[in-house]
Antibody, heavy 120, light 106 residues
Framework: EVQLVESGGGLVQPGGSLRLSCAAS????????MSWVRQAPGKGLEWVAN????????YYVDSVKGRFTISRDNAKNSLYLQMNSLRAEDTAVYYC?????????????WGQGTMVTVSS | SYVLTQPPSVSVAPGQTARITCGGN??????VHWYQQKPGQAPVLVVY???DRPSGIPERFSGSNSGNTATLTISRVEAGDEADYYC?????????FGTGTKVTVL
């Protein structure tokens, strides 16, 4: 079964850091672009970052540039999101999603999400 | 930055047709994808590349894209189609999601 499982969410103070992980199974992880997408409570979907199959290209939404880092370990079939200097507005459910073999492809597989709450 | 505009809500009676629009500058030149999200659940891809359906998605879901508007059409609407729907494109090194449309089945 094709599956993505996120972990690492929780409560963190403003200015703090958190590292999210996403474990992939059931497909050849190294063949796909991967992404993080978030959704603030009661709000719409917001893309956060993409990473190419070999990690050589990374893209970020402007609001997280310089604070968040997307990475992957193809040997471990895992995707990561290192989040530093967290702000209240980063509070959201964070989804790991498979993009496809091209960056133009759709998000065809989604994890169940992990909640990140930034609050003092 | 690129903006995708959707109507906040669409209401439809069971058995009727729901049409959800997604407006963007020259969106017809891009590949548009559509997602369904039910409360408390992760989004699900229902249409990709303007008009293709992933396996397992009913034929009742269809898409089109031309000019400045892409459209998701849900035919013979069922109660289970009640959800939020989002369009999405890749533009200038960014993924862009539409504002989202809540479909209510009367």
């Amino acid at each position: 079964e094709v599956q993505l499982v996120e972990s690492g969410g929780g409560l963190v103070q403003p200015g703090g850091s958190l590292r999210l992980s996403c474990a992939a199974s059931g497909f050849t992880f190294s063949s796909y672009w991967m992404s993080w997408v978030r959704q603030a409570p009661g709000k719409g979907l917001e893309w956060v970052a993409n990473i190419k199959q070999d990690g050589s290209e990374k893209y970020y939404v402007d609001s997280v540039k310089g604070r968040f880092t997307i990475s992957r370990d193809n040997a471990k079939n895992s995707l990561y999101l290192q989040m530093n200097s967290l702000r209240a507005e980063d509070t959201a459910v964070y989804y790991c999603a498979r993009v496809g073999r091209s960056v133009y492809d759709a998000f065809d597989i989604w994890g169940q999400g992990t909640m990140v709450t930034v609050s003092s | 930055s690129y903006v995708l505009t959707q109507p906040p809500s669409v209401s439809v009676a069971p058995g009727q047709t729901a049409r959800i629009t997604c407006g963007g500058n020259n969106i017809g030149s891009k590949s548009v994808h559509w997602y369904q999200q039910k409360p408390g659940q992760a989004p699900v891809l229902v249409v990709y590349d303007d008009s293709d359906r992933p396996s397992g998605i009913p034929e009742r879901f269809s898409g089109s894209n031309s000019g400045n508007t892409a459209t998701l059409t849900i035919s013979r609407v069922e109660a289970g189609d009640e959800a939020d729907y989002y369009c999405q494109v890749w533009d200038s090194s960014s993924e862009v999601f539409g504002t989202g449309t809540k479909v209510t089945v009367l």
